[in-house]
């Protein structure tokens, strides 16, 4: 596919997702739920295209994304509570469960997220140097494969226990919920929805062509090489390390940038979203989409996630089984997803033609 | 009165022996006299005279078969059932429920001489509306005659918790007319541990005697009998200016070394416990890692689904055991826990061989791939344990595993802890022998090290594969088997240690068999260690935090595998 | 300046003694063959040498820069090359791909990501494989390569590095004699304005190339020399063919 006819692709389907949907739900032609639902789905989307550069590209499997999407989701939810001021429950200008759990006090770290785009910065910053002093540590000692994995996987149990403390200050199991309004505007009219809406979409599609530019860019070629015969890159003089630690605080801040769009959208936050399971659902995301491939990952991310809400719906129960046969079937039988699929299609196509 | 007592306790015990074995329901009519007969109707009578009166003649006879019944009255379980001919119409009521009305409804039991459920004579438990009752009222001062027979009677009481916990409290609460009781009852006790116990509450009674001497002495023996249970109280007596500071410089002397000896003795006791504890999590840690450390040794696949072949083997060993309450007669009923062994084991292990032939083998060389693979296995099995299941079951405690060795009092080391460390213990053992003196074992060892000769000098490398997949996976069974001696039988039971259990593997090293035993048990006692100084939580970061720092320096982990590998 | 000098170098893998030389030198734009049995260390000296293995103590000093205390970066910026014996090339990257990665440049992660192929570089990258029979196949991809030209990317691929010492392990192994013969021109060319150290095992090859040859045996320097010295002394005799005699017992004990 030439360059060009792809930017028309991408743009083509922003215009239809992100300006022609949010119109058409305005008209009273699409349920707010149904826009709001697809929001959620393209922050989902942002988290998958990271996790596509590091596992996908890279090949290194972090089992701890779900954890920065949550420091993202968090940050934001921190300063949609402050703004709420006296409108809680208790009327304090603390948030209520701070009042609930007889806080008398702001803890220090929430000061910041008074201001917006302190708090905007500080959802990218977080996620971005908890990756970078992990990556560092992990990458530096040269643990990789199946023992990074494993470590990533401790590292987001351990965080899931800490956040479901109280003492933690951050809502504990309840998380942070009961959020009023974001830049003024009232999250519950149809209006900011949309707002948030069109913001998702745009930032799904700033992260898309900044992950395409990277992994076209020599970078991209040495993400590839690292997964490839790592050992071989370091003996042609690459400090793979800086290289891994990159793309690790990348896909980390791509996480938070969705976490930050997403809690807004669902008015919740709970440490239930950064649970062991929940970074592993972000893998198969993206290995049902097809790794390597950026488009992959968010078809993957939407096709899961709009398979999850109408199995809850039309058969509860088996959404486990649902999920585990999917796990076990991409890695046996298609380990390309759907993308693989479709070019080998489409190849075999050209041939016979 | 005195002297009596224990023969007729002991009368009573196998005439109730008798009546449980032959499960008649004619029991409650031949067993009540006139005066009894007379005393209950007394009782739902209403008049609180009468029930003050029937009260104070029940508390004199002291007969140990009115204890439900005074114990009932005491916490106003006891009501009055019209539609009941015997015992004056008395029973005692259980949990209160709903119906589907929304009302409250209860189930009843026998006032006497057992706590036995009522049936109906199609056998079903009796269970009627709250408003079909009329409560037999017990004020305070009732609930005060009553008081000191409970008392009495939970001292002697046949089972040995009621025991326990009445000489734990009584100690605290008894007051200087208990002393008498205890003596008695301390002569009469049969066990050891309750025996020391039922002391130390006499001590600490006669902490408050009037006579110095007698305080001294009991300062004393709080001292030799080694209670931590003492130490708030002593402590409490050397306080100045407190309503029980001791008068006596001599007593107050001896009070302190008894502090200060009790403090020592507890220094010690909770380091033997940290290791104890520890030891055992690491045991537990070491069950879980082992098969784990095998197959990943042997094939480099992380098998997520490990926790949940442990729950297999729980499972296993629940069925078993219900099979077992169903077909042997009930002396022979903890056989089911020695019988569930293989069970466990073949169960786990043959659907790990499944697992193994159906999907692994596709994925030897995709490590990563097959960490998903085997996600997914693991949510399947989850949520099938759960649909055949339900959410919670337990497999009970075998007798010869329940209590534990005493090593002071209130300090008791359990014997099922034991047992998993000896299980622990027994495993690795097996294995080395397994490992090293055996053909299977050199097999193993060599397609560990190098897959490719071994294939070439002939060794079947995939058959020897599917083996340690079966090994593997019915060693974790073997673990869930021991597990339900510590904790209940959930579906996700397994995904408890399964993190803490892959960084065992991590950090004892790949394919060392004593890089994984010497981690597990490392990390359990270093979680032990750490949790009284933080909460398990944060003892839970810093944990990971030190294995973080630990592979800065050996990323192989302990014992890492060295040599000229091409591994590019 | 640019003078290899290895001092008191051993290197012992749970208790085997893999490596332990005493002295090994090598002058700028020497061509050295390393030749030896199996398990004489051969492999292991060039792996202390790019930094893939530490050892246990001793030096090996290049350039003035003690290679034993740098990592593998360090090593390569310090101008050390090393072509691997199974070759290892990024079979899911181009050949063009491969070899841009492997080009002298800054290897800043930022920098990567701003780096545009130049023209200047585009006719370096296009000169070395001309060189190495690789002009027609920069497209392809370099896992469908055949043996014999993952060798030859590999080799253009060092030489892209701009390296000053060229460590080559088995150039040979698995090419056809044409091949070969070809392997050793261009090595014997690459000699010109860099030093070498080739091991290999095939004779006819190491007479092609060989000036001076040094013969490693149980981790320790044997004898070093002209190609016709090393063939006719004894000790060497004696090693190759001892263990083959060796062999040949343990052959006849088996069976």
């Known amino acids: ?353 | 009165m005195r002297k009596t007592y224990l023969p007729r306790l002991l009368f009573v015990a196998a005439i109730l022996t008798w009546i449980a074995a032959t499960g008649s329901q004619s029991w409650a009519t031949t067993a009540g006299t006139d005066g009894e007969t007379r005393l209950f109707k007394q009782l739902s009578s209403a008049e609180d005279e009468a029930i003050e009166s029937a009260v104070r003649e029940l508390a004199e006879r002291g007969d140990p078969a009115y204890y439900e019944l005074m114990h009932g009255l005491f916490n106003g379980e006891v009501y009055v059932w019209q539609e009941r001919a015997e015992h004056a119409g008395l029973v005692i009521i259980g949990e209160e429920e709903m119906d589907e009305y929304g009302d409250s409804i209860v189930p009843l039991f026998a006032i006497y001489p057992q706590r036995q459920a009522l049936r109906d004579p199609q056998g079903a438990a009796v269970v009627v509306s709250l408003y079909d009752l009329e409560e037999v009222e017990t004020g305070r001062k009732i609930r005060a005659l009553i008081q000191p027979y409970l008392m009495r009677a939970e001292l002697f009481h046949p089972e040995a918790q009621k025991r326990r916990i009445a000489a734990e409290n009584i100690g605290n609460k008894g007051g200087a007319a208990a002393i008498p009781i205890l003596r008695q009852a301390i002569e009469s006790e049969t066990d050891g541990s309750i025996k020391r116990l039922k002391q130390v509450s006499l001590a600490k009674l006669l902490l408050d005697h009037q006579d110095a001497t007698v305080r001294l002495q009991a300062v004393q023996q709080l001292e030799d009998l080694n209670s931590p249970l003492a130490l708030p109280l002593l402590q409490a007596r050397l306080q100045a200016g407190g309503t029980e500071t001791e008068p006596d410089a001599k007593v107050r002397e001896q009070i302190e070394t008894a502090i200060g000896s009790l403090k020592r003795f507890g220094f010690y006791m909770q380091i033997v416990q940290t290791f104890f504890s520890g030891l055992s999590l690491g045991s537990i840690l070491v069950l879980m890692a082992l098969g784990l450390a095998i197959i990943y040794g042997q094939i480099g696949v992380i098998n997520m689904a490990h926790g949940e072949f442990m729950m297999i083997g729980a499972y296993t060993t629940y069925v078993v055991q219900n099979l077992c309450l169903a077909l042997l007669p009930p002396a022979y009923t903890d056989l089911f826990f020695a019988l569930s062994l293989p069970f466990a084991f073949l169960t786990a292990g043959g659907i790990g061989l499944l697992m193994e032939l159906i999907i692994i083998r596709h994925l030897y060389s995709r490590p990563l791939e097959s960490l998903l693979a085997t996600w997914g296995i693991s949510l399947i099995l989850i949520q099938l344990a759960r649909s055949i299941f339900g959410d919670l079951t337990a497999v009970k405690l075998p007798r010869i595993l329940s209590g534990g060795y005493e090593i002071a009092p209130q300090i008791v080391l359990p014997y099922n802890r034991m047992f998993i460390m000896a299980l622990a213990a027994a495993i690795v053992g097996g294995l080395l022998i397994l490992f090293f003196r055996t053909r299977f074992g050199l097999r193993l060892r060599a397609t560990t090290q190098n897959r490719d000769m071994s294939a070439c000098v002939g060794i079947p490398v995939r058959r020897i594969d599917a083996l340690a997949f079966l090994l593997g996976t019915g060693i974790a069974g073997i673990a869930g088997w021991a597990m339900t001696l510590i904790g209940n039988v959930v579906p996700n039971m397994g995904q408890t240690y399964i993190v803490d259990s892959f960084l065992v593997v991590v950090t004892g090293g790949v394919g060392k068999l004593l890089g994984t035993i010497s981690a597990g048990l490392g990390l359990g006692i270093f979680n032990k260690i750490l949790e009284p100084l933080f909460e398990a939580v944060y003892s839970k970061v810093i944990l990971l935090g030190l294995i973080i720092l630990f592979l800065q320096s050996r990323p192989t982990g302990l014992f890492p595998a060295r040599g000229r590998s091409e591994e590019l | 300046m640019n003078h290899l000098y290895v001092e008191k170098l051993s290197v012992s893998f749970e208790g085997f003694k893999a490596l332990d030389i005493d002295i090994f030198e090598l002058e700028e734009n020497e061509l050295r063959v390393i030749i030896g049995p199996n398990g004489a260390g051969k492999t292991t000296l060039l792996d202390v040498l790019c930094g893939k293995t530490r050892p246990d103590r001793g030096h090996a000093v290049f350039g003035g820069l003690e290679l034993t205390h740098l990592s593998e970066d360090e090593i390569v910026a310090a101008g050390v090359g090393r072509k691997f014996q199974t070759p290892s090339v990024f079979t899911s990257l181009s050949v063009l791909d491969n070899l841009v990665l492997a080009m002298r440049m800054d290897r800043g992660v930022f920098k990567s990501l701003m780096h545009r192929l130049c023209a200047t570089d585009r006719q370096r990258i296009e000169a070395v494989a001309e060189r190495t029979g690789l002009q027609d196949l920069l497209e392809e991809m370099a896992g469908t390569l055949s043996h014999g030209q993952k060798q030859w990317l590999e080799i253009a691929m060092v030489i892209l590095q701009e390296p000053k010492l060229f460590l080559v392990d088995e150039p040979a192994a698995g090419m056809s004699d044409e091949e070969t013969y070809k392997t050793g021109l261009l090595l014997q060319d690459l000699a010109a304005d860099h030093s070498l150290i080739v091991i290999e095992h095939d004779m006819e090859f190491v007479r092609q190339i060989a000036r001076k040859v040094t013969v490693l045996h149980e981790g320790k320097v044997l004898v070093e020399g002209s190609m016709e010295e090393v063939q006719s002394d004894p000790r060497v005799i004696e090693c190759y063919l001892g263990t083959s005699m060796e062999r040949e017992e343990a052959h006849i004990a088996a069976s």
């Open chain 1, 1 to 353: 596919m030439s360059a060009t006819r792809h930017h028309w692709i991408a743009l083509g389907l922003f215009a239809l997702f992100g300006l022609l949907v949010p119109l058409l739900n305005a008209q009273g032609f699409i349920a707010d739920t149904t826009l709001n639902l697809w929001g959620r789905y393209f922050c989902f989307a942002i988290v998958a295209l990271g996790m596509d550069l590091i596992w996908g590209y890279t090949g290194i499997l972090s089992l701890c994304q779900a954890f920065f999407f949550c420091l993202g989701g968090y940050a934001i939810g921190m300063h949609m509570l402050l703004k709420t001021g006296t409108r809680g429950v208790y009327g304090s200008v603390l948030p209520d469960f701070m009042v609930w759990n007889r806080v008398e006090e702001l803890p220090f770290f929430w000061e910041p997220f008074h201001s917006l785009p302190l708090t905007l910065l500080l959802g990218l910053l977080v996620p971005g140097a908890a990756a970078l002093i992990f990556g560092f540590l992990a990458f530096r000692s040269r643990i990789k494969g199946v023992y990074f994995a494993i470590i990533t996987q401790a590292l987001a149990l351990a965080m899931w226990l800490l956040f479901l403390r109280n003492e933690t200050m951050l809502g504990g199991t309840n998380g942070l919920t009961d959020f009023k309004s974001l830049l003024g505007f009232e999250l519950t009219q149809p209006a900011t929805k949309r707002g948030l809406y069109i913001t998702t979409c745009a930032a799904l599609l700033a992260a898309y062509y900044l992950c395409r530019y990277m992994v076209h860019s020599k970078v991209g070629k040495l993400l590839v090489a690292i997964r490839d015969g790592e050992h071989r890159l370091r003996f042609i003089g690459y400090h793979i390390t800086r290289y891994k630690i990159f793309v690790f605080v990348v896909a980390g801040m791509l996480a938070g940038l969705g976490g930050m769009l997403y809690v807004p959208q669902t008015g919740i936050i709970t440490p239930g979203r950064m649970d062991v399971q929940a970074s592993i659902e972000i893998v198969v995301w993206t290995a049902l989409g097809g790794r390597g491939t950026l488009v992959g990952a968010m078809v993957g991310a939407v096709l899961v996630n709009l398979l999850y809400s109408y199995l809850t719906g039309a058969f509860p129960g088996t959404w486990l089984y649902f999920l585990g046969i999917l796990f076990i079937g991409i890695v046996l039988f298609f380990p390309e997803g759907i993308v693989g699929i479709a070019t080998k299609l489409r190849k075999r196509g050209a041939k016979k033609a």
